[in-house]
């Protein structure tokens, strides 16, 4: 998981959400050494689908 540094320090509760691509119809990871962005955008606007898993997962504060 990957949170931005300031959300913590203003002591704000925090709402982690955990997103997992699934790669079955379309890859929506962009590897730049293969594809161009043009040929990239091209690929996910001719995709049949999406998909994703979304996880809520609970509130947390940082603990001093």
């Known amino acids: 998981m990957k949170f931005k540094k300031g959300c ?11 997103i997992k691509y699934n ?7 962009w590897n730049s050494n293969l594809d161009s962005l043009f040929q990239y ?3 996910i606007k001719t995709s049949w689908a999406i998909m994703v ?3 809520y997962l609970p509130p947390n504060k940082k603990v001093r």
């Open 23 to 29: 790669p079955l119809f379309a890859d929506c990871f």
């Open 8 to 18: 913590f320090e203003v002591g704000a509760e925090i709402h982690p959400v955990a």
């Open 41 to 43: 955008s091209l690929k």
């Open 53 to 55: 898993d979304v996880w």
